[in-house]
T-cell receptor
Framework: AQSVTQPDIHITVSEGASLELRCNYS??????LFWYVQSPGQGLQLLLK??????LVQGIKGFEAEFKRSQSSFNLRKPSVHWSDAAEYFC??????????FGAGTRLTVKP | DGGITQSPKYLFRKEGQNVTLSCEQN?????MYWYRQDPGQGLRLIYY???????QKGDIAEGYSVSREKKESFPLTVTSAQKNPTAFYLC????????????FGPGTRLTVT
């Protein structure tokens, strides 16, 4: 069955520190991969997506993610976190005509 | 501006009443979705529609109903059969399904007492 796992429920980092949010998926073929961000009480905004090609994908707000087929992972990274990055982050996976599957989310807290 | 609108932002109902949540998009997308979000559980798919006059159940369709009479509209009715209706509801749309990016509305927080 298709599944998406975000192992970290909550992460706290200091402002200016680097960030990595983990995402693992279980899919039969090469999926389409997404990272979304959600501020409290708001909808989701797309940060970046991977369909094919270069496995390192650049997104908005200085985020990037790397697709590693051998590890079934699509981790999100940012070199230097800003206080405004505090939010909930969702990894999602889609495949063909199937509906998209979302992970449970990782809540990011940024310490001053 | 193109986008998805959901109304109202907050909705309060008494137990036993049906309530309909609105979702409209002007992106000319074929596919539309309804998700329920509860703390710590991420997004769970309630219903989705790939085309007008057609829709499919998602993972948690019991107690919900939808219609898709127009391309731009996909209202969700939370019926009295839904045992725990209090939640944050998100509507989304995409050009197609599966591999296409989904665009989200701002959500409706429903509280049933």
């Amino acid at each position: 069955a298709q599944s998406v796992t975000q192992p970290d429920i909550h992460i706290t980092v200091s402002e200016g520190a680097s960030l990595e949010l983990r995402c693992n998926y279980s899919y039969g073929a090469t999926p389409y991969l997404f990272w979304y961000v959600q501020s409290p009480g708001q909808g989701l905004q797309l940060l970046l997506k991977y369909f094919s090609g270069d496995t390192l994908v650049q997104g908005i707000k200085g985020f990037e993610a790397e697709f590693k087929r051998s590890q079934s992972s699509f981790n999100l990274r940012k070199p230097s976190v800003h206080w405004s990055d505090a939010a909930e982050y969702f990894c999602a996976v889609g495949e063909g005509n199937n509906d998209m599957r979302f992970g449970a989310g990782t809540r990011l807290t940024v310490k001053p | 501006d193109g986008g998805i609108t959901q109304s109202p932002k907050y909705l309060f109902r008494k137990e036993g009443q049906n309530v309909t949540l609105s979702c409209e998009q002007n992106l000319n997308h074929d596919a539309m979705y309804w998700y329920r979000q509860d703390p710590g559980q991420g997004l769970r798919l309630i219903y989705y529609s790939q085309i007008v006059n057609d829709f499919q159940k998602g993972d948690i369709a019991e107690g919900y109903s939808v219609s898709r009479e127009k391309k731009e509209s996909f209202p969700l009715t939370v019926t009295s059969a839904q045992k725990n209706p209090t939640a944050f509801y998100l509507c989304a749309s995409s050009i197609g399904t599966g591999g296409d990016e989904q665009y989200f509305g701002p959500g409706t927080r429903l509280t049933v007492t």
